[in-house]
């Protein structure tokens, strides 16, 4: 009869290997999930994604600065010109600054380099809830957007948020107790045919503006 430690010692390699299995299963979960290691965030992961593989954009419905209702990718379609777009909302009293200073600068840009058929800025909130065509009217004229140029846009339908973040890789997060909204910013660029084709940091718009004043 094989003793009780003889028993043990045959199970250590069967315990080994079962083990051994679940972290490798565990890993190619983990990787498979994050793009292999190379992204960890909804953002870092959209990226990477994007930059292998251009995305078509939702053709959600937006309320541009007059009232008027423009499909996203049909407008961008129609228009014909590439687009440097950001997500803000009205009250934000932080990086949307940073986010409004920059796109000023990319405008005059535009301008002085006669560009103004080659790209344009777009700039949509995410916070339908609260700003309505009234709020980004007067959003537009703070920040000194020229409408030929930079368009200011709120989502019509609330329900279509999710998607329009998800599709573009921003989080937004509800801060207690005044529920201000925290959310990541970047650079969003988009061809004439409605595909995001890459997204960049804030501190990244000197090579992005490059990129497409040499595009044809």
Request: overall charge negative.
């Amino acid at each position: 009869m094989p003793k009780k430690s003889d028993l043990e010692l045959n199970y250590l390699p069967l315990t080994f290997i079962c083990a051994t299995a679940v972290l490798l299963i565990g890993f190619f979960i983990l990787g498979f999930a994050t793009d292999f290691g190379r992204s960890f965030t909804t953002e870092s992961y959209r990226r990477h994604q994007i930059a292998r593989q251009p995305a078509e954009i939702p053709n959600l419905m937006l309320l541009n600065m007059q009232g008027g209702q423009e499909r996203l990718s049909d407008s961008i379609r129609k228009d014909g010109r590439f687009v440097l777009l950001d997500f803000f909302y009205t009250s934000c009293k932080t990086i949307c600054i940073a986010q409004a200073s920059i796109f000023d600068s990319i405008q005059e840009k535009i301008k002085l380099k006669h560009l103004e058929n080659k790209v344009r800025l777009i700039s949509i909130s995410f916070d339908p809830e609260h700003d309505d065509v009234e709020a980004i009217k007067k959003y537009s004229q703070k920040i000194a957007a020229d409408k030929s140029v930079w368009n200011i846009y709120t989502l019509q339908n609330l329900n279509d948020l999710d998607l329009l973040l998800d599709n573009f890789g921003i989080y937004v997060i509800k801060i207690p107790p005044f529920n201000d909204l925290d959310h990541n910013a970047s650079l969003h660029l988009i061809d004439p045919q409605g595909r995001l084709i890459q997204i960049s940091n804030l501190e990244d718009m000197d090579e992005l503006f490059s990129i497409v004043s040499k595009r044809h």
